[in-house]
């Protein structure tokens, strides 16, 4: 959007200007991030921009809304410029600490809440391993009425995130927040618990290079990267959990489907697990792992 002193910009034209400009970035979404980002800074409803087409936003906004459209043009995710993104209908605050949450990820949610609903448990106790925003505890923390989670992070920022977004939605009674290394941040004699989930980092770093730009260059390394192969974590994780759960407790974990086999036979070698299935994507790829803790 040029900076000439002599035009104006209505609602209307910055739509149309930013989706041109945005597609000849080639960002996908071209016309859905301008919105975003323009809503964003007029702080109104997305849907609220087709009734002000004719509106010309102060000088302010304007050149708040025009350095987002520069940085988005560069590759910075929207999620970040905007400062949320949206996870099964819920709004999740999110900044350049914590992976944005990936529509995949609701899958985990929807098997979560299928599997608790057949407890009678009360409380129903859960651990969510790598919480990040803290989509998925807090996701389940609203959904499921009697339950209580706690939510670990090696990343002190990112769990400020999650707390921050528990808050929000009010379920900040419900879950525990433990910063440090997958299941070792609990504190010692911790209740085993009835599931524990988690979307753990699964690329690998000789994957490196077929990982898009945006992602790489903006996303935290320590929410993306596994070792080499992208199992590292996944194989600790399956180890360590058996320990934590009830005798026919739930072990449920993303990952990628090019991992997908070895994280299968992670579970089946693994003697503390009965039964291991696996739950394809909105794409139909395999995606989530749902291991079974042995009964006796
Ligand atoms: C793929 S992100 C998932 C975040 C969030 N649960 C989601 O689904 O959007 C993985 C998270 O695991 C955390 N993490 C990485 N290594 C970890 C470790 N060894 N112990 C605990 N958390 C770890 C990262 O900081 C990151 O927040």
Same mark, same amino acid.
Request: overall charge negative; hydrophobic content about 40%; charged content about 25%.
């Given at each position: 959007?040029?900076? #000439?002193?002599?035009?104006?910009?209505?609602?209307?034209?910055?739509?149309?200007?930013?989706?041109?400009?945005?597609?000849?970035?080639?960002?996908?979404?071209?016309?859905?991030?301008?919105?975003?980002?323009?809503?964003?800074?007029?702080?109104?409803?997305?849907?609220?921009?087709?009734?002000?087409?004719?509106?010309?936003?102060?000088?302010?906004? =304007?050149?708040?809304?025009?350095?987002?459209?520069?940085?988005?043009?560069?590759?910075?995710?929207?999620?970040? =410029?905007?400062?949320?993104?949206?996870?099964? +209908? =819920?709004?999740?605050?999110?900044?350049?600490?914590?992976?944005?949450?990936?529509?995949?990820?609701?899958? =985990?949610?929807?098997?979560?809440?299928?599997?608790?609903?057949?407890?009678?448990?009360?409380?129903?106790?859960?651990?969510?391993?790598?919480?990040?925003?803290?989509?998925?505890?807090? #996701?389940?923390?609203?959904?499921?009425?009697?339950?209580?989670?706690?939510?670990?992070?090696? +990343?002190?920022?990112?769990?400020?995130?999650?707390?921050?977004?528990?808050?929000?939605?009010?379920?900040?009674?419900?879950?525990?927040?433990?910063?440090?290394?997958?299941?070792?941040?609990?504190?010692?004699?911790?209740?085993?618990?009835?599931?524990?989930?988690?979307?753990p980092p699964y690329i690998g770093q000789l994957e490196l290079s077929t990982v898009d730009d945006q992602v790489k260059n903006h996303e935290p390394d320590i929410a993306l990267f596994s070792g080499d192969h992208g199992t590292e974590i996944?194989?600790?994780?399956?180890?360590?959990?058996?320990?934590?759960?009830?005798?026919?407790?739930?072990?449920?974990?993303?990952?990628?489907?090019i991992i997908m086999d070895r994280c299968v036979d992670f579970v089946r070698n693994n003697p503390a697990y009965s039964d291991v299935r696996v739950i394809k994507d909105y794409s139909g790829h395999d995606r989530i792992v749902v291991a079974?803790? +042995?009964?006796?």
């Amino acid at each position: 959007m040029p900076e #000439t002193p002599e035009q104006t910009w209505n609602i209307k034209q910055l739509l149309d200007w930013t989706t041109d400009f945005f597609s000849k970035s080639t960002i996908g979404n071209a016309r859905l991030e301008a919105e975003v980002l323009l809503a964003e800074a007029l702080d109104c409803q997305r849907i609220e921009l087709y009734t002000r087409f004719d509106e010309q936003p102060p000088a302010e906004q =304007l050149t708040e809304f025009r350095a987002w459209v520069k940085r988005r043009a560069a590759g910075e995710p929207v999620a970040y =410029l905007a400062g949320h993104r949206e996870f099964y +209908s =819920l709004r999740f605050q999110v900044d350049s600490n914590v992976l944005i949450p990936r529509p995949e990820t609701e899958h =985990l949610v929807v098997a979560a809440v299928e599997f608790t609903k057949n407890l009678e448990s009360d409380p129903i106790r859960i651990i969510d391993v790598g919480t990040g925003s803290g989509c998925i505890a807090v #996701t389940l923390a609203t959904l499921i009425e009697n339950c209580k989670i706690a939510a670990t992070d090696i +990343s002190e920022p990112a769990l400020e995130i999650a707390k921050s977004n528990a808050a929000l939605h009010a379920v900040d009674s419900k879950i525990h927040f433990f910063t440090g290394d997958l299941l070792d941040a609990l504190p010692q004699g911790s209740s085993p618990v009835h599931l524990i989930v988690s979307n753990p980092p699964y690329i690998g770093q000789l994957e490196l290079s077929t990982v898009d730009d945006q992602v790489k260059n903006h996303e935290p390394d320590i929410a993306l990267f596994s070792g080499d192969h992208g199992t590292e974590i996944i194989q600790r994780l399956v180890n360590d959990a058996a320990q934590f759960l009830l005798p026919d407790g739930a072990l449920m974990f993303e990952t990628s489907p090019i991992i997908m086999d070895r994280c299968v036979d992670f579970v089946r070698n693994n003697p503390a697990y009965s039964d291991v299935r696996v739950i394809k994507d909105y794409s139909g790829h395999d995606r989530i792992v749902v291991a079974t803790r +042995s009964s006796n």
